[in-house]
């Protein structure tokens, strides 16, 4: 899959936080359970900070327990891009936006009680929150 926007790290730079790039564009991790849409409960859309792709919809998201906001599954299996992440010396599988590449988080297959049984793992600061009541 190839991702739609192409940009170089200054113009990336000039767009996110430096938070942001470290996770968006180094494929970083915020800090467990210190992420601003951990608690997010309303109704509404979950998109890409880097570019607003649609990923996930509010309805998908559940308690993990993990300190990250967790989603079952994609707004569509286009919105994302998964790929092999074999970084800490295990085999997990990264999430990134379709559209910009970025890095968004990882899947696990633990998303036990869940429709898929999978469990997006996604950190708060890659993502924008459009509540439905606010659209």
């Known amino acids: 899959m190839s991702t739609t926007i192409d940009q ?11 938070e942001e790039f470290a996770v968006l564009r ?10 601003e849409l951990l608690d997010e409960e309303r109704a509404g859309l979950y998109t890409c900070k880097a570019c607003d792709n649609e990923l996930f919809v509010a309805g ?16 569509n299996p286009e919105a994302v891009e998964l790929l092999p992440d074999h970084s800490l010396g295990v085999e ?28 997006y793992c996604m950190n708060s600061v890659a993502l924008n929150f459009s509540a439905a009541d606010e659209a």
């Open 60 to 75: 998908t998201k559940f308690d993990s327990g993990c300190g990250w906001p967790s989603f079952y599954e994609s707004v």
């Open 8 to 18: 170089d790290d200054a113009q990336w730079r000039e767009k996110l936080s430096a």
């Open 92 to 119: 997990r599988t990264e999430v990134r936006c379709a559209k910009c590449g970025s890095h968004l988080g990882h899947v696990f297959p633990d998303g036990l009680g869940t429709p898929t049984g999978d469990r």
């Open 26 to 35: 180094e494929a970083g991790t915020e800090r467990a359970w210190t992420g």
